[in-house]
Protein backbone atom coordinates (compact mmCIF):
# COMPACT_ATOMS: atom_id res chain seq x y z
CA UNK A 1 0.00 0.00 0.00
CA UNK A 2 1.24 3.30 -0.85
CA UNK A 3 0.03 6.03 2.05
CA UNK A 4 1.61 9.33 2.99
CA UNK A 5 3.01 9.07 6.81
CA UNK A 6 2.12 11.74 8.95
CA UNK A 7 3.40 10.90 12.06
CA UNK A 8 6.98 8.86 12.12
CA UNK A 9 8.26 7.73 15.70
CA UNK A 10 11.81 6.05 15.89
CA UNK A 11 13.24 5.11 18.99
CA UNK A 12 11.99 8.17 20.53
CA UNK A 13 12.46 8.85 24.38
CA UNK A 14 12.01 12.01 26.56
CA UNK A 15 12.73 11.82 29.99
CA UNK A 16 12.21 14.64 32.30
CA UNK A 17 14.86 15.89 34.93
CA UNK A 18 12.76 16.30 38.29
CA UNK A 19 14.01 16.79 41.79
CA UNK A 20 13.24 13.82 42.30
CA UNK A 21 15.38 12.32 39.56
CA UNK A 22 14.54 11.37 36.62
CA UNK A 23 11.27 10.25 34.99
CA UNK A 24 10.88 8.43 31.60
CA UNK A 25 7.46 9.73 30.08
CA UNK A 26 8.49 8.01 26.77
CA UNK A 27 10.90 4.86 25.84
CA UNK A 28 11.75 4.14 22.29
CA UNK A 29 8.83 4.52 21.10
CA UNK A 30 8.50 3.65 17.71
CA UNK A 31 5.41 4.44 16.00
CA UNK A 32 3.90 5.33 12.10
CA UNK A 33 0.63 6.92 11.35
CA UNK A 34 -0.78 7.32 7.97
CA UNK A 35 -2.54 10.19 6.26
CA UNK A 36 -5.97 9.56 7.28
CA UNK A 37 -5.57 7.60 10.60
CA UNK A 38 -7.94 7.30 13.29
CA UNK A 39 -5.45 6.77 16.48
CA UNK A 40 -6.27 6.13 19.90
CA UNK A 41 -3.87 6.20 22.69
CA UNK A 42 -5.05 4.19 25.47
CA UNK A 43 -3.34 3.14 28.97
CA UNK A 44 -3.03 4.08 32.20
CA UNK A 45 -2.43 7.09 33.83
CA UNK A 46 0.88 8.54 33.47
CA UNK A 47 1.80 6.28 30.63
CA UNK A 48 3.20 9.26 28.87
CA UNK A 49 -0.06 9.83 26.13
CA UNK A 50 -0.51 13.43 26.91
CA UNK A 51 3.95 13.83 26.19
CA UNK A 52 3.44 11.62 23.08
CA UNK A 53 0.96 14.40 21.76
CA UNK A 54 2.99 17.20 23.06
CA UNK A 55 5.81 15.54 21.45
CA UNK A 56 4.24 15.95 18.03
CA UNK A 57 3.10 19.43 18.81
CA UNK A 58 6.49 20.68 19.17
CA UNK A 59 4.93 21.65 22.94
CA UNK A 60 7.68 19.37 24.36
CA UNK A 61 11.27 18.53 23.26
CA UNK A 62 12.21 14.51 22.97
CA UNK A 63 15.54 14.12 24.92
CA UNK A 64 16.32 10.77 22.24
CA UNK A 65 15.30 9.39 19.21
CA UNK A 66 13.54 11.14 16.09
CA UNK A 67 9.73 11.85 15.11
CA UNK A 68 9.01 13.51 12.37
CA UNK A 69 5.54 15.57 11.07
CA UNK A 70 3.96 15.72 7.22
CA UNK A 71 8.27 14.45 7.25
CA UNK A 72 8.99 17.91 8.64
CA UNK A 73 10.53 18.25 12.28
CA UNK A 74 7.21 19.17 14.94
CA UNK A 75 8.68 22.77 15.15
CA UNK A 76 8.47 23.35 11.67
CA UNK A 77 4.93 21.71 11.28
CA UNK A 78 3.95 24.10 14.04
CA UNK A 79 5.51 26.97 12.12
CA UNK A 80 3.22 25.98 9.20
CA UNK A 81 -0.09 25.19 11.90
CA UNK A 82 -0.43 21.90 10.48
CA UNK A 83 -1.95 20.76 13.44
CA UNK A 84 -4.97 21.53 15.43
CA UNK A 85 -4.62 21.08 19.07
CA UNK A 86 -7.62 20.05 21.37
CA UNK A 87 -6.67 20.47 25.26
CA UNK A 88 -8.90 18.18 28.08
CA UNK A 89 -10.49 21.56 29.54
CA UNK A 90 -12.03 23.44 26.24
CA UNK A 91 -9.83 25.70 27.59
CA UNK A 92 -12.36 29.33 25.68
CA UNK A 93 -11.72 32.60 26.50
CA UNK A 94 -14.39 33.90 28.72
CA UNK A 95 -14.23 37.40 26.93
CA UNK A 96 -15.04 36.25 23.59
CA UNK A 97 -18.38 34.69 22.21
CA UNK A 98 -18.15 31.35 20.71
CA UNK A 99 -17.44 32.85 17.57
CA UNK A 100 -14.85 34.83 18.31
CA UNK A 101 -13.29 32.14 20.23
CA UNK A 102 -13.46 30.15 16.82
CA UNK A 103 -12.08 33.20 15.42
CA UNK A 104 -9.39 33.76 17.22
CA UNK A 105 -6.81 31.35 15.40
CA UNK A 106 -8.09 32.61 12.03
CA UNK A 107 -7.22 36.28 12.78
CA UNK A 108 -3.92 34.91 14.52
CA UNK A 109 -2.74 33.68 11.07
CA UNK A 110 -4.20 36.39 9.40
CA UNK A 111 -7.58 35.24 7.61
CA UNK A 112 -9.56 37.94 5.59
CA UNK A 113 -12.84 39.11 7.44
CA UNK A 114 -14.77 37.54 5.06
CA UNK A 115 -12.98 33.96 4.93
CA UNK A 116 -12.97 34.25 9.11
CA UNK A 117 -16.63 34.69 9.04
CA UNK A 118 -17.00 31.85 6.37
CA UNK A 119 -15.40 29.35 8.34
CA UNK A 120 -16.37 30.31 11.61
CA UNK A 121 -20.09 29.61 10.47
CA UNK A 122 -18.66 26.56 8.63
CA UNK A 123 -16.67 24.84 11.77
CA UNK A 124 -19.79 25.82 13.77
CA UNK A 125 -22.25 23.90 11.81
CA UNK A 126 -19.73 21.06 11.57
CA UNK A 127 -19.82 20.03 15.16
CA UNK A 128 -23.72 21.16 15.54
CA UNK A 129 -23.31 24.24 17.19
CA UNK A 130 -24.85 26.52 14.60
CA UNK A 131 -26.48 29.40 16.06
CA UNK A 132 -24.33 29.41 19.11
CA UNK A 133 -21.97 31.92 17.69
CA UNK A 134 -22.82 34.86 19.56
CA UNK A 135 -23.15 33.59 23.36
CA UNK A 136 -20.44 33.56 25.74
CA UNK A 137 -18.97 30.14 27.18
CA UNK A 138 -20.80 30.41 29.94
CA UNK A 139 -24.04 30.07 28.39
CA UNK A 140 -23.14 26.82 26.77
CA UNK A 141 -22.83 23.37 28.81
CA UNK A 142 -19.66 21.84 29.30
CA UNK A 143 -20.50 19.26 26.42
CA UNK A 144 -21.17 21.96 23.89
CA UNK A 145 -18.17 24.25 24.91
CA UNK A 146 -15.86 21.28 24.53
CA UNK A 147 -17.44 20.97 20.65
CA UNK A 148 -16.84 24.77 20.58
CA UNK A 149 -12.86 24.06 21.54
CA UNK A 150 -13.00 20.76 18.41
CA UNK A 151 -14.47 23.70 16.34
CA UNK A 152 -11.84 26.54 17.19
CA UNK A 153 -9.26 23.52 16.72
CA UNK A 154 -10.79 22.43 12.82
CA UNK A 155 -11.17 26.35 11.95
CA UNK A 156 -8.17 26.76 9.81
CA UNK A 157 -8.39 23.14 8.36
CA UNK A 158 -5.18 21.82 9.65
CA UNK A 159 -4.80 17.88 8.12
CA UNK A 160 -3.95 17.26 11.57
CA UNK A 161 -5.75 16.92 14.54
CA UNK A 162 -4.04 15.84 18.25
CA UNK A 163 -6.76 15.72 20.88
CA UNK A 164 -6.07 14.85 24.49
CA UNK A 165 -8.94 13.80 26.05
CA UNK A 166 -11.53 16.17 24.74
CA UNK A 167 -14.14 13.75 25.87
CA UNK A 168 -12.96 12.74 29.54
CA UNK A 169 -15.10 14.93 31.92
CA UNK A 170 -18.43 14.11 30.02
CA UNK A 171 -20.70 11.84 31.04
CA UNK A 172 -21.57 8.60 28.97
CA UNK A 173 -24.67 9.78 26.83
CA UNK A 174 -23.12 13.04 25.84
CA UNK A 175 -19.95 11.07 25.34
CA UNK A 176 -21.47 8.79 23.03
CA UNK A 177 -23.17 11.32 20.87
CA UNK A 178 -19.88 13.15 20.53
CA UNK A 179 -18.24 10.58 19.28
CA UNK A 180 -20.55 9.67 16.85
CA UNK A 181 -20.25 13.60 15.87
CA UNK A 182 -16.58 12.94 15.58
CA UNK A 183 -16.63 10.15 13.32
CA UNK A 184 -18.54 11.67 11.15
CA UNK A 185 -16.76 14.16 11.40
CA UNK A 186 -13.63 12.33 10.41
CA UNK A 187 -15.60 10.78 7.50
CA UNK A 188 -16.20 14.16 5.84
CA UNK A 189 -13.02 16.01 6.01
CA UNK A 190 -10.86 12.66 5.94
CA UNK A 191 -8.39 14.23 8.73
CA UNK A 192 -5.68 12.26 10.71
CA UNK A 193 -6.68 12.28 13.92
CA UNK A 194 -4.78 11.73 17.32
CA UNK A 195 -7.05 10.59 20.34
CA UNK A 196 -5.82 10.16 24.07
CA UNK A 197 -8.12 8.36 26.15
CA UNK A 198 -8.77 5.78 28.62
CA UNK A 199 -11.94 4.16 27.90
CA UNK A 200 -11.41 1.17 25.61
CA UNK A 201 -14.88 1.08 24.18
CA UNK A 202 -14.09 5.09 23.02
CA UNK A 203 -10.87 3.86 21.61
CA UNK A 204 -12.25 0.85 19.83
CA UNK A 205 -15.29 2.65 18.65
CA UNK A 206 -13.51 5.14 17.05
CA UNK A 207 -10.13 4.41 15.73
CA UNK A 208 -8.48 2.46 12.44
CA UNK A 209 -5.55 1.70 14.97
CA UNK A 210 -5.26 1.64 18.62
CA UNK A 211 -2.00 2.40 20.31
CA UNK A 212 -1.94 0.48 23.56
CA UNK A 213 0.63 2.48 26.09
CA UNK A 214 2.35 1.07 29.45
CA UNK A 215 3.79 3.47 32.36
CA UNK A 216 7.40 3.54 33.75
CA UNK A 217 8.99 4.00 31.17
CA UNK A 218 6.23 5.14 28.68
CA UNK A 219 6.59 2.40 25.80
CA UNK A 220 3.73 1.31 23.37
CA UNK A 221 2.98 -2.25 23.83
CA UNK A 222 1.08 -3.28 21.35
CA UNK A 223 -0.63 -1.53 17.76
CA UNK A 224 -3.97 -2.94 16.69
CA UNK A 225 -5.19 -2.51 13.31
CA UNK A 226 -8.44 -2.27 13.14
CA UNK A 227 -10.86 -4.66 11.24
CA UNK A 228 -14.01 -2.70 11.78
CA UNK A 229 -15.96 -1.34 8.71
CA UNK A 230 -15.56 2.78 8.47
CA UNK A 231 -19.03 3.09 8.77
CA UNK A 232 -20.08 2.68 12.25
CA UNK A 233 -23.41 2.58 13.76
CA UNK A 234 -23.77 2.56 17.36
CA UNK A 235 -24.63 -0.56 17.84
CA UNK A 236 -21.41 -1.91 16.52
CA UNK A 237 -20.26 -2.06 20.08
CA UNK A 238 -22.33 -5.15 20.19
CA UNK A 239 -20.77 -7.08 17.28
CA UNK A 240 -18.48 -9.95 18.17
CA UNK A 241 -15.61 -8.31 15.81
CA UNK A 242 -15.96 -5.35 18.41
CA UNK A 243 -15.75 -7.58 21.47
CA UNK A 244 -12.61 -9.31 20.00
CA UNK A 245 -10.78 -5.90 19.97
CA UNK A 246 -11.76 -4.49 23.03
CA UNK A 247 -10.38 -8.35 24.61
CA UNK A 248 -7.38 -7.56 23.22
CA UNK A 249 -6.79 -3.98 24.13
CA UNK A 250 -7.40 -5.48 27.66
CA UNK A 251 -5.25 -7.84 27.42
CA UNK A 252 -2.87 -5.27 26.10
CA UNK A 253 -3.18 -2.98 29.21
CA UNK A 254 -2.50 -5.77 31.33
CA UNK A 255 0.34 -7.24 30.33
CA UNK A 256 1.67 -4.08 30.59
CA UNK A 257 0.48 -3.61 33.89
CA UNK A 258 2.06 -6.98 34.59
CA UNK A 259 5.85 -5.98 34.18
CA UNK A 260 5.36 -2.53 36.89
CA UNK B 1 -35.61 48.91 52.12
CA UNK B 2 -35.40 47.85 55.24
CA UNK B 3 -33.17 44.61 55.07
CA UNK B 4 -31.10 46.43 52.74
CA UNK B 5 -30.40 49.57 54.21
CA UNK B 6 -31.28 48.92 58.00
CA UNK B 7 -27.86 47.58 59.07
CA UNK B 8 -26.47 50.44 57.85
CA UNK B 9 -28.36 53.20 58.94
CA UNK B 10 -28.00 51.42 62.43
CA UNK B 11 -24.52 51.79 62.68
CA UNK B 12 -24.37 55.01 61.06
CA UNK B 13 -26.52 56.29 64.06
CA UNK B 14 -24.66 54.48 66.22
CA UNK B 15 -21.43 56.48 65.33
CA UNK B 16 -23.22 59.74 65.18
CA UNK B 17 -24.46 59.10 68.95
CA UNK B 18 -20.90 58.00 70.01
CA UNK B 19 -19.76 61.02 68.29
CA UNK B 20 -21.95 63.14 69.73
CA UNK B 21 -21.11 61.67 73.33
CA UNK B 22 -17.70 61.94 72.39
CA UNK B 23 -17.87 65.77 71.84
CA UNK B 24 -19.74 66.30 75.14
CA UNK B 25 -16.57 64.86 77.24
CA UNK B 26 -13.62 65.94 75.21
CA UNK B 27 -15.04 69.59 74.91
CA UNK B 28 -16.17 69.83 78.61
CA UNK B 29 -12.83 71.14 80.54
CA UNK B 30 -13.09 74.40 77.69
CA UNK B 31 -16.61 74.82 78.41
CA UNK B 32 -15.85 74.33 82.81
CA UNK B 33 -12.70 76.89 82.30
CA UNK B 34 -15.06 79.67 80.24
CA UNK B 35 -17.39 79.16 82.93
CA UNK B 36 -15.47 79.92 86.08
CA UNK B 37 -13.64 82.85 84.76
CA UNK B 38 -17.05 84.09 83.92
CA UNK B 39 -18.31 82.76 87.71
CA UNK B 40 -21.01 80.24 86.92
CA UNK B 41 -22.43 77.54 87.68
CA UNK B 42 -22.83 75.39 84.58
CA UNK B 43 -26.02 72.76 84.62
CA UNK B 44 -25.38 69.94 82.81
CA UNK B 45 -28.33 70.90 79.52
CA UNK B 46 -25.85 74.44 79.29
CA UNK B 47 -22.69 72.16 79.69
CA UNK B 48 -24.20 69.99 76.52
CA UNK B 49 -25.27 72.94 74.88
CA UNK B 50 -21.66 74.46 74.94
CA UNK B 51 -19.64 71.56 73.75
CA UNK B 52 -21.83 71.56 70.92
CA UNK B 53 -21.20 75.00 69.63
CA UNK B 54 -17.37 75.80 70.71
CA UNK B 55 -15.81 78.04 68.04
CA UNK B 56 -13.04 75.74 68.32
CA UNK B 57 -13.47 72.37 70.03
CA UNK B 58 -11.31 69.74 70.44
CA UNK B 59 -13.82 67.96 68.49
CA UNK B 60 -16.45 69.28 66.59
CA UNK B 61 -20.24 68.06 66.93
CA UNK B 62 -21.13 66.54 63.34
CA UNK B 63 -23.64 69.51 62.85
CA UNK B 64 -20.67 71.98 62.83
CA UNK B 65 -19.22 69.99 60.49
CA UNK B 66 -22.07 69.97 58.51
CA UNK B 67 -22.98 73.34 58.70
CA UNK B 68 -18.95 74.47 57.78
CA UNK B 69 -19.15 71.94 54.77
CA UNK B 70 -22.55 73.56 53.55
CA UNK B 71 -21.18 77.23 54.11
CA UNK B 72 -18.10 76.56 52.63
CA UNK B 73 -19.43 74.51 49.68
CA UNK B 74 -23.08 75.58 48.41
CA UNK B 75 -22.77 79.01 50.03
CA UNK B 76 -19.57 80.35 47.98
CA UNK B 77 -18.74 80.97 44.52
CA UNK B 78 -16.62 77.87 43.20
CA UNK B 79 -13.66 80.56 42.45
CA UNK B 80 -13.60 81.94 45.63
CA UNK B 81 -10.74 80.95 47.88
CA UNK B 82 -13.18 80.12 50.96
CA UNK B 83 -15.01 77.54 48.97
CA UNK B 84 -13.90 74.03 49.86
CA UNK B 85 -14.86 72.80 46.28
CA UNK B 86 -12.16 75.05 44.95
CA UNK B 87 -10.11 73.32 46.97
CA UNK B 88 -11.00 70.23 46.27
CA UNK B 89 -10.71 70.65 42.66
CA UNK B 90 -7.01 71.61 43.33
CA UNK B 91 -6.38 68.77 45.09
CA UNK B 92 -8.91 66.60 42.41
CA UNK B 93 -6.99 68.09 39.30
CA UNK B 94 -3.52 66.81 40.77
CA UNK B 95 -4.69 63.45 41.79
CA UNK B 96 -6.00 62.61 38.64
CA UNK B 97 -2.95 63.72 36.83
CA UNK B 98 -0.79 61.42 39.39
CA UNK B 99 -3.24 58.53 38.95
CA UNK B 100 -3.13 58.80 35.32
CA UNK B 101 0.57 58.61 35.57
CA UNK B 102 1.40 56.20 38.27
CA UNK B 103 -1.75 53.51 36.06
CA UNK B 104 0.36 54.43 33.30
CA UNK B 105 4.22 53.43 34.49
CA UNK B 106 2.50 50.59 36.65
CA UNK B 107 1.26 48.60 33.81
CA UNK B 108 4.57 49.81 31.90
CA UNK B 109 6.16 48.16 34.67
CA UNK B 110 4.41 45.17 35.11
CA UNK B 111 4.54 44.52 31.22
CA UNK B 112 8.89 44.80 31.39
CA UNK B 113 8.38 42.43 34.36
CA UNK B 114 6.15 40.13 32.44
CA UNK B 115 8.14 39.95 29.50
CA UNK B 116 12.10 40.63 30.43
CA UNK B 117 13.51 38.01 32.38
CA UNK B 118 16.02 40.54 33.48
CA UNK B 119 13.54 43.22 34.99
CA UNK B 120 11.55 40.21 36.65
CA UNK B 121 14.78 39.82 38.97
CA UNK B 122 15.45 43.53 39.37
CA UNK B 123 12.59 45.88 39.54
CA UNK B 124 10.19 44.46 41.87
CA UNK B 125 12.85 44.95 45.11
CA UNK B 126 13.07 47.91 43.95
CA UNK B 127 9.14 48.66 43.57
CA UNK B 128 8.61 47.44 46.96
CA UNK B 129 11.61 49.29 48.20
CA UNK B 130 10.18 52.48 47.25
CA UNK B 131 6.84 52.00 49.16
CA UNK B 132 8.74 51.67 52.64
CA UNK B 133 10.20 55.00 52.28
CA UNK B 134 7.78 57.83 54.18
CA UNK B 135 6.19 59.54 51.57
CA UNK B 136 6.35 62.64 54.18
CA UNK B 137 9.99 62.37 53.88
CA UNK B 138 10.11 62.07 50.43
CA UNK B 139 7.55 64.10 49.56
CA UNK B 140 9.68 67.65 50.01
CA UNK B 141 12.55 66.03 48.15
CA UNK B 142 10.82 65.78 44.99
CA UNK B 143 9.22 69.05 45.12
CA UNK B 144 12.83 69.93 45.67
CA UNK B 145 14.48 68.42 43.09
CA UNK B 146 11.38 69.02 40.32
CA UNK B 147 11.37 73.06 41.38
CA UNK B 148 15.39 72.76 40.67
CA UNK B 149 15.04 71.57 37.35
CA UNK B 150 12.00 74.18 36.66
CA UNK B 151 9.44 71.99 37.13
CA UNK B 152 6.86 73.88 39.64
CA UNK B 153 2.72 73.65 40.28
CA UNK B 154 1.03 70.63 39.36
CA UNK B 155 3.39 68.23 38.18
CA UNK B 156 5.58 67.99 41.43
CA UNK B 157 2.31 67.24 43.69
CA UNK B 158 0.91 64.79 40.83
CA UNK B 159 4.56 62.75 40.77
CA UNK B 160 3.77 62.24 44.45
CA UNK B 161 0.26 61.02 43.52
CA UNK B 162 2.13 58.48 41.22
CA UNK B 163 4.65 57.35 43.51
CA UNK B 164 1.71 56.23 45.82
CA UNK B 165 -0.08 54.94 42.81
CA UNK B 166 1.98 53.30 40.87
CA UNK B 167 2.06 50.32 43.46
CA UNK B 168 -0.93 48.74 43.35
CA UNK B 169 -1.44 48.74 39.35
CA UNK B 170 1.99 47.22 39.68
CA UNK B 171 1.19 44.26 41.81
CA UNK B 172 -2.24 44.10 40.56
CA UNK B 173 -0.86 43.87 36.69
CA UNK B 174 1.98 41.28 37.07
CA UNK B 175 -0.63 39.30 38.71
CA UNK B 176 -3.43 39.92 36.49
CA UNK B 177 -0.86 39.10 33.32
CA UNK B 178 0.65 36.25 34.55
CA UNK B 179 -3.59 34.93 35.03
CA UNK B 180 -3.17 33.07 31.69
CA UNK B 181 -2.46 29.30 32.89
CA UNK B 182 0.62 26.82 31.21
CA UNK B 183 -2.73 25.89 28.74
CA UNK B 184 -3.94 28.74 27.37
CA UNK B 185 -0.16 29.68 26.70
CA UNK B 186 0.79 26.21 25.10
CA UNK B 187 -2.54 26.81 23.12
CA UNK B 188 -0.87 30.02 21.67
CA UNK B 189 2.11 27.85 21.21
CA UNK B 190 0.06 26.15 18.88
CA UNK B 191 -0.83 28.42 16.77
CA UNK B 192 2.90 30.01 16.05
CA UNK B 193 1.16 33.52 18.08
CA UNK B 194 3.54 35.96 18.53
CA UNK B 195 4.31 37.58 21.81
CA UNK B 196 2.60 40.61 20.99
CA UNK B 197 -0.63 38.73 19.77
CA UNK B 198 -0.29 36.82 23.06
CA UNK B 199 0.06 39.90 25.22
CA UNK B 200 -3.50 41.23 23.51
CA UNK B 201 -5.36 38.55 23.01
CA UNK B 202 -4.38 36.84 26.01
CA UNK B 203 -2.54 38.10 29.04
CA UNK B 204 -4.29 41.80 28.60
CA UNK B 205 -7.39 40.71 28.43
CA UNK B 206 -6.83 38.22 31.60
CA UNK B 207 -5.74 41.24 33.51
CA UNK B 208 -8.91 43.34 33.56
CA UNK B 209 -9.98 41.78 36.72
CA UNK B 210 -7.08 42.22 38.13
CA UNK B 211 -6.54 45.78 36.89
CA UNK B 212 -9.68 47.38 38.10
CA UNK B 213 -9.28 46.71 42.24
CA UNK B 214 -5.51 47.67 41.89
CA UNK B 215 -7.11 51.24 40.24
CA UNK B 216 -9.13 51.76 43.48
CA UNK B 217 -6.49 51.10 45.50
CA UNK B 218 -4.37 53.38 43.43
CA UNK B 219 -7.18 56.32 43.46
CA UNK B 220 -6.90 56.71 46.81
CA UNK B 221 -3.66 56.41 47.27
CA UNK B 222 -3.35 58.92 44.64
CA UNK B 223 -5.37 61.34 46.86
CA UNK B 224 -3.17 60.76 50.04
CA UNK B 225 -0.54 61.60 47.87
CA UNK B 226 -1.76 64.91 46.46
CA UNK B 227 -3.02 65.92 50.45
CA UNK B 228 0.45 65.27 51.45
CA UNK B 229 2.17 66.86 48.68
CA UNK B 230 0.39 70.53 49.75
CA UNK B 231 1.98 70.29 52.89
CA UNK B 232 5.37 70.69 52.89
CA UNK B 233 4.82 72.82 50.22
CA UNK B 234 3.39 75.50 52.24
CA UNK B 235 1.05 75.30 49.42
CA UNK B 236 -2.34 78.30 50.02
CA UNK B 237 -4.55 76.14 47.58
CA UNK B 238 -6.23 72.76 47.78
CA UNK B 239 -7.30 70.04 50.70
CA UNK B 240 -4.00 70.24 52.38
CA UNK B 241 -3.54 73.59 52.39
CA UNK B 242 -7.07 73.89 54.68
CA UNK B 243 -5.76 70.94 56.95
CA UNK B 244 -2.50 73.27 57.50
CA UNK B 245 -4.36 76.12 57.86
CA UNK B 246 -6.57 75.11 60.21
CA UNK B 247 -4.23 73.27 62.57
CA UNK B 248 -2.10 76.49 62.42
CA UNK B 249 -4.86 78.43 63.77
CA UNK B 250 -6.87 75.60 65.95
CA UNK B 251 -9.60 76.24 63.46
CA UNK B 252 -10.73 72.00 64.56
CA UNK B 253 -13.86 72.08 62.01
CA UNK B 254 -12.15 73.61 59.18
CA UNK B 255 -9.60 70.41 59.83
CA UNK B 256 -12.65 68.13 59.97
CA UNK B 257 -14.47 69.51 56.96
CA UNK B 258 -11.55 69.21 55.01
CA UNK B 259 -10.86 65.34 55.76
CA UNK B 260 -14.51 64.29 55.42
CA UNK B 261 -14.40 66.19 51.99
CA UNK B 262 -11.08 63.81 51.46
CA UNK B 263 -13.49 61.10 52.57
CA UNK B 264 -16.07 61.81 50.35
CA UNK B 265 -14.04 62.46 47.08
CA UNK B 266 -11.86 59.00 48.01
CA UNK B 267 -15.46 57.38 48.07
CA UNK B 268 -16.60 59.10 44.66
CA UNK B 269 -13.25 58.00 42.92
CA UNK B 270 -13.83 54.55 43.97
CA UNK B 271 -17.72 54.59 42.85
CA UNK B 272 -16.14 55.53 39.86
CA UNK B 273 -13.64 53.30 39.01
CA UNK B 274 -16.20 50.64 40.59
CA UNK B 275 -18.81 51.93 38.13
CA UNK B 276 -16.54 51.67 34.57
CA UNK B 277 -15.40 48.09 36.10
CA UNK B 278 -18.86 46.79 36.03
CA UNK B 279 -19.23 47.91 32.52
CA UNK B 280 -16.14 46.77 31.23
CA UNK B 281 -16.94 43.20 32.32
CA UNK B 282 -20.16 42.91 31.33
CA UNK B 283 -18.75 44.16 28.07
CA UNK B 284 -16.12 41.23 28.37
CA UNK B 285 -19.27 39.10 28.86
CA UNK B 286 -17.65 38.56 32.15
CA UNK B 287 -19.97 39.61 34.58
CA UNK B 288 -23.07 37.63 35.21
N1 LIG C 1 6.49 18.86 32.75
C1 LIG C 1 6.77 17.70 33.40
N2 LIG C 1 7.78 17.65 34.28
C2 LIG C 1 8.08 16.48 34.90
N3 LIG C 1 7.43 15.35 34.73
C3 LIG C 1 6.40 15.34 33.85
C4 LIG C 1 6.01 16.52 33.16
N4 LIG C 1 4.96 16.23 32.37
C5 LIG C 1 4.70 14.94 32.58
N5 LIG C 1 5.56 14.38 33.47
C6 LIG C 1 5.61 12.98 33.89
O1 LIG C 1 5.68 12.17 32.75
C7 LIG C 1 4.87 11.02 32.88
C8 LIG C 1 3.89 10.95 31.74
O2 LIG C 1 2.97 12.00 31.87
P1 LIG C 1 1.76 12.23 30.87
O3 LIG C 1 1.08 13.48 31.24
O4 LIG C 1 2.26 12.11 29.47
O5 LIG C 1 0.83 10.98 31.21
P2 LIG C 1 -0.57 10.58 30.57
O6 LIG C 1 -0.42 9.26 29.96
O7 LIG C 1 -1.09 11.67 29.73
O8 LIG C 1 -1.45 10.44 31.90
P3 LIG C 1 -2.99 10.76 32.11
O9 LIG C 1 -3.75 9.62 31.53
O10 LIG C 1 -3.14 10.79 33.59
O11 LIG C 1 -3.27 12.06 31.46
C9 LIG C 1 4.22 11.11 34.25
O12 LIG C 1 4.93 10.29 35.13
C10 LIG C 1 4.37 12.55 34.62
O13 LIG C 1 4.53 12.67 36.01
MG1 LIG D 1 -2.71 13.07 29.93
Partial sequence: ?260 | MWQKFGPVLTVVLAIFALWYVMAVVMNANWAYDKAKRADVELGFSELVVDTWSQKKPRLPAPHQIAEELWNTTAMKSITSKRSLVFHSWITLSSTLLGFAMGTVLGILLAVGIVHNKAMNLSVMPWVIASQTIPILAIAPMIIVVLNAVGISGLVPKAVISMYLSFFPVVVGMVKGLRAPDAMQMDQMRTWNASKWTTFWALRWPSSVPYLFPSLKIGVAAALVGAIVAELPTGAVRGLGARLLAGSYYGQTIQIWSALLMAAALAAALVMVIGQIEKYALRKMGMAR
Fill in chain 1, 1 to 260: MNQEVVIEAKKLSLTFETNDGPVHALKDVDLTINKGDFVSFIGPSGCGKTTFLRVMADLEQPTGGEISVNGMTPEEARLKRAYGYVFQAAGLYPWRTIGGNIRLPLEIMGYSKAEQAMRVDEVLELVHLDGFAKKFPWQLSGGMQQRASIARALSFDADLMLMDEPFGALDEIVRDHLNEQLLELWAATNKTICFVTHSIPEAVYLSSKIVVMSPRPGRVTDVIESTLPRERPLDIRESQEFLDIAHRVREGLRAGHGDD
